[in-house]
């Protein structure tokens, strides 16, 4: 994945914010839309592109555009930062490749003890009932 190249293929797109309305809030377009093209990105290989299509494939749209948005900050500015950090966030955690688990089994010792543990919880239940007379 080469960043250079993904940040140059980005598009933004400043729209106005939702919510409610203010003396700054309908006359500024601080929120910032993201748009990637996915398929056609140069900054990512043909495998990159297949896993990142399979992880985020509900994100994608079907021309195969991913779809971000920010308007937490009254910043345009900053809104672009952040929706930037969390694009490289999200192709990040797509890409990550997890390890493989190995099945393991609970050694004799620990399967002893586990025994041990429980008939000791029973014998001590046993004890606790009214004596037979």
Same mark, same amino acid.
């Given at each position: 994945?080469n960043k250079?190249?993904?940040?140059?293929?980005?598009?933004?797109?400043?729209?106005?914010?939702?919510?409610?309305?203010?003396?700054?809030?309908?006359?500024v377009s601080?929120?910032?839309?993201?748009?990637?093209?996915?398929?056609?990105?140069?900054?990512?290989?043909?495998?990159?592109?297949?896993?990142?299509?399979?992880? $985020?494939?509900?994100? $994608?749209?079907?021309?195969?555009?991913?779809? $971000?948005?920010c308007d937490?900050?009254?910043?345009?500015?900053?809104?672009?930062?952040?929706?930037?950090?969390?694009?490289?966030?999200?192709?990040?955690?797509?890409?990550?490749?997890?390890?493989?688990?190995?099945?393991?089994?609970?050694?004799?010792?620990?399967?002893?003890?586990?025994?041990?543990?429980?008939?000791?919880?029973?014998?001590?239940?046993?004890?606790?009932?009214?004596?037979?007379?």
């Open positions: 994945m250079e190249i993904i940040l140059k293929e980005l598009q933004f797109k400043a729209v106005r914010s939702s919510g409610p309305g203010g003396q700054h809030a309908n006359k601080s929120k910032v839309e993201l748009n990637f093209d996915l398929f056609n990105s140069k900054g990512l290989s043909d495998t990159e592109k297949k896993r990142i299509s399979l992880k $985020l494939g509900s994100k $994608l749209t079907k021309e195969g555009l991913l779809l $971000l948005q937490d900050a009254r910043s345009q500015h900053k809104n672009k930062s952040l929706v930037i950090d969390r694009f490289f966030d999200l192709l990040d955690k797509a890409l990550l490749v997890h390890k493989k688990r190995k099945p393991t089994k609970p050694s004799k010792s620990a399967i002893e003890k586990r025994l041990r543990s429980k008939k000791m919880s029973a014998v001590k239940k046993v004890n606790r009932r009214r004596p037979e007379i």
